[in-house]
């Protein structure tokens, strides 16, 4: 159930560079790393889309289907609907992403993570050992 291979982001990245490379993946967020591995947070377009559209002055901006079931209508929406002009594009990840996760260690029960996303209305969960170093993710 859990992915080995993570995306990661750092929470040095541009904004430019954290869209450009969760859109090539064709995935909708990804864990942020501090520059020691350490899982610090997780970046997503509804964290861009929160901060992009409470920062509008246009209260008419179309919403992004985010549960459509393609990650590439949702960032080709996204780059439609909220343009990131270039102020945004060069903050870091580290100011943008959400930094109050929730995480789980490799050896939580399958039945306890789902209770997680599903109380959070989470789409992912980081899974870290007991370092706080990401090992996964579910």
């Given at each position: 159930?859990?992915?080995?291979?993570?995306?990661?982001?750092k929470e040095t990245d541009t904004?430019?560079?954290?869209?450009?490379?969760?859109?090539?993946?064709?995935?909708?967020?990804?864990?942020?790393?501090?520059?020691?591995?350490?899982?610090?947070?997780?970046?997503?377009?509804?964290?861009?889309?929160?901060?992009?559209?409470?920062?509008?002055?246009?209260?008419?901006?179309?919403?992004?289907?985010?549960?459509?079931?393609?990650?590439?209508?949702?960032?080709?929406?996204?780059?439609?609907?909220?343009?990131?002009?270039?102020?945004?594009?060069?903050?870091?990840?580290?100011?943008?992403m959400s930094k109050r996760v929730?995480?789980?260690?490799?050896?939580?029960?399958?039945?306890?993570?789902?209770?997680?996303?599903?109380?959070?209305?989470?789409?992912?969960?980081?899974?870290?050992?007991?370092?706080?170093?990401?090992?996964?993710?579910?």
């Open positions: 159930v859990m992915t080995k291979q993570v995306i990661l982001l904004i430019e560079q954290a869209v450009r490379q969760l859109k090539e993946q064709h995935i909708t967020g990804a864990p942020v790393v501090d520059n020691s591995g350490i899982f610090v947070g997780i970046l997503s377009v509804s964290d861009l889309i929160g901060r992009t559209n409470s920062d509008s002055s246009d209260p008419d901006l179309p919403p992004v289907p985010l549960s459509s079931g393609d990650d590439d209508t949702t960032w080709d929406l996204f780059e439609k609907a909220y343009p990131l002009n270039e102020d945004v594009s060069a903050e870091s990840v580290g100011t943008w929730t995480s789980v260690t490799h050896s939580a029960p399958l039945v306890d993570v789902a209770r997680v996303m599903c109380r959070g209305h989470w789409h992912r969960v980081p899974v870290v050992d007991e370092s706080g170093s990401l090992i996964g993710i579910i």
